[in-house]
């Protein structure tokens, strides 16, 4: 009796494990499956992390244009774990200004992971250059949307570090005219990137900004936003005790002054202004720009393209068009030497109202708005101008020139060289000259390398004066292609 409850009991038990493992096995197996009793189970996908990086954009430039105004409509960047939008609604700029440089064009937060294209529409563009036989600027629209997938050479990583991406237009590739004078475009960009903190912070690949034009939006403790015409988005700057204020403060800053910031990207994804310049007050404007022509001596008008500009009155429409600046007695003239060397140099630059040039890139800026429309003049016809402004201070501006060099350059010493320009650029067909006698200083940056080959063409980009009737540049940067 007693063996055979044993076995009785020996048999329920190996049932009641059988039942037990069979119900863990479909547990298992409904688990797997996506759930059990219609619920899953199934864990989702962890989030990208995300981290600031700092979108750029400049121009590889084209000679025979005198400006190049294009309205991006919309842009993103496609990687690993999703994409980051950076132009959301029409953002118009302007190239030739950004000529071996770059700005801002959004901070955006992107999911970290490996990056390898963009895609960009461009709604509509419009070019100014000089017309080699009538010796005259001409404006011609190329219409949209025209659209574009850049494919990077080398896929871009972005880690927890902030970061700079660049997008340089070769203007020379991207833009060409048929013998009817009709403008194509298909855009070709080159994509640089850099880590906050790997090199030198004042240089754009590494998020470095530099002069960037534009009207406080807003004003908070320590730190101030501005707006910017040729950006997507109003960009925030800090302060700190080592950033130099030139012509206002903090606390005399308000909603509508007129700036130019240079700036450093930080570790932590914010810019911080290590200078802020006040140009005006609120209800001024001020552009950016080449003359093409000047009236009068002392000079009572100038004649210029536009390409950059912000305040009261001012019009992306005046981008790639003939602005009328009006002179008078009262009028400052200064030179920019910002983040420019001018020590022991063999000549004096000069600029005042007996010495301005068409050829000459200026910054004018005045108390009041500009007003539309215009009498044209100079060397444009009234079709091309966009408006009007009086200048209460105008100031010399870099400038790129390109041409080729008989002699190798090197970085770090103080020497000169005669740069060829190509006979259809439009600086030689708007000042007649063919050549520029460059001075590199020993703060002169050089790009893409120490050295620079006889026999290259070469980006120079400074100040340009006309002494003794020789065109001069003294050097900020210097690269070759």
């Keep these: 009796m007693r063996t055979r409850s044993l076995h009785s009991f020996e048999i329920l038990n190996l049932r009641t494990v059988a039942v037990a493992t069979l119900a863990t096995v479909l547990t298992a197996a409904l688990a797997a499956c996506g759930g059990s009793n219609g619920t899953s189970t199934t864990q989702p996908p962890a989030t990208a992390q995300k981290t600031p990086v700092q979108v750029n954009i400049g121009d590889s430039p084209s000679d025979w244009m005198l400006a190049f105004s294009m309205n991006i409509s919309s842009m993103s960047l496609t990687g690993s774990n999703g994409s980051a939008t950076v132009v959301s609604s029409s953002v118009p700029i302007e190239m030739m200004h950004l000529m071996g440089t770059m700005q801002p064009l959004n901070m955006v937060s992107a999911p970290q992971g490996t990056y390898t294209g963009a895609s960009i529409t461009i709604g509509s563009a419009t070019v100014m250059y000089m017309d080699p036989t009538t010796k005259a600027a001409v404006q011609k629209t190329i219409s949209g949307p025209i659209s574009t997938t850049v494919t990077f050479g080398t896929p871009v990583t972005v880690g927890s570090t902030p970061m ?58 320590s730190s101030f936003g501005m707006t910017s015409m040729q950006a997507a988005q109003s960009l925030t700057f800090a302060t700190n005790s080592s950033t130099v204020f030139d012509g206002t403060s903090m606390s005399g800053m308000n909603n509508g002054m007129l700036l130019i910031v240079d700036a450093t990207l ?7 202004a290590t200078k802020v310049q006040s140009m005006m007050n609120s209800g001024g404007v001020m552009g950016g720009g080449v003359i093409t022509a000047v009236t009068g001596q002392p000079p009572t008008t100038l004649t210029m393209v536009m390409q950059n500009g912000a305040g009261s009155g001012m019009m992306s429409s005046a981008f790639a068009a003939g602005v009328t600046i009006d002179l008078n007695g009262s009028t400052t003239y200064q030179i920019d030497e910002d983040n420019m060397d001018m020590s022991s140099l063999p000549f004096t630059p000069a600029f005042d109202a007996s010495n301005i040039h068409a050829g000459q890139s200026v910054m004018p800026v005045g108390s009041s708005a500009m007003t539309s429309g215009g009498m044209g003049g100079g060397m444009m016809g009234g079709s ?95 690269g070759s292609n």
Aim: proline share 4%; net charge negative; hydrophobic share 35%.
């Design 384 to 478: 091309n101008m966009a408006g009007t402004m009086t200048a209460t201070n105008i100031e010399l501006e870099p400038q790129g020139v390109s041409g080729t060099v008989a002699t190798t350059i090197t970085s770090g010493g103080q020497t000169s060289f005669t740069l060829t320009l190509p006979s259809g650029c439009a600086f030689t067909i708007l000042t007649g000259s063919t050549s520029v006698t460059v001075y590199q200083q020993p703060k002169t940056a050089m790009a893409n390398g120490s050295s620079i080959a006889s026999g290259s063409t070469v980006h120079a980009f400074g100040l340009m004066f006309l002494d003794n009737g020789q065109w001069k540049m003294v050097a900020s940067r210097l």
């Design 266 to 272: 930080q570790s932590d994804g914010s810019l911080m």
């Design 164 to 221: 700079a991406m660049g997008f340089d237009l070769d203007l020379s590739k991207s833009v060409t005219m048929d013998t009817g004078g009709n403008m194509m475009m298909n855009p070709v960009f080159h994509v640089t990137s850099g880590a906050q903190g790997s090199g030198n912070p004042m240089d754009p690949s590494d998020g470095g900004i530099q002069e960037m034009m534009g009207a406080v939006s807003s004003v908070s403790g």
